[in-house]
């Protein structure tokens, strides 16, 4: 399994008047780790045909388990990881960190929709391939 790490910086808006990260954010870090990971997975050409088919991934379920408060300014890094690929569906498992210090754990079950017409669509083997 590749690990996919993606930097994030704290900033005034993700806090609140205490300086410490909304719970929210977190789900936030995390969709950007996931988006730029397949970004960074996939040729252009898979992401051209990803256009094309009109195939998106949509969350299903989310499992958060939050451990540790963020501040205003922490570099947080958050690791992505593809951990069960089926049909239809894929799941990640991330883990947000500022150092070796975990601040959330998260697992994401992402279903593969056609926006052109919202139903179900299988992901394609190229795309599982490159995230695992």
């Known amino acids: 399994m590749k690990e996919f790490r993606y930097n994030v910086r704290v900033y005034y808006?993700?806090?609140?008047?205490?300086?410490?990260?909304?719970?929210?954010?977190?789900?936030?870090?995390?969709?950007?780790?996931?988006?730029?990971?397949?970004?960074?997975?996939?040729?252009?050409?898979?992401?051209?045909?990803?256009?094309e088919e009109g195939l998106i991934f949509v969350v299903k379920s989310i499992t958060i388990d939050y451990k540790r408060p963020g501040h205003l300014d922490d570099e947080l890094v958050v690791t992505t990881v593809l951990s069960k690929a089926e049909h239809f569906s894929a799941t990640f498992t991330q883990s947000i960190k500022r150092g070796d210090e975990e601040l959330a754990s998260l697992s994401v079950k992402v279903a593969a929709v056609s926006y052109k017409t919202n139903r179900i669509m299988k992901i394609p083997e190229e795309i599982i391939e490159a995230l695992s």
Request: glycine content about 2%.
């Open 13 to 51: 808006s993700d806090t609140d008047c205490g300086a410490i990260v909304y719970h929210a954010r977190y789900l936030d870090f995390a969709e950007h780790a996931r988006t730029e990971m397949l970004r960074s997975a996939l040729p252009d050409s898979s992401q051209d045909k990803m256009r």
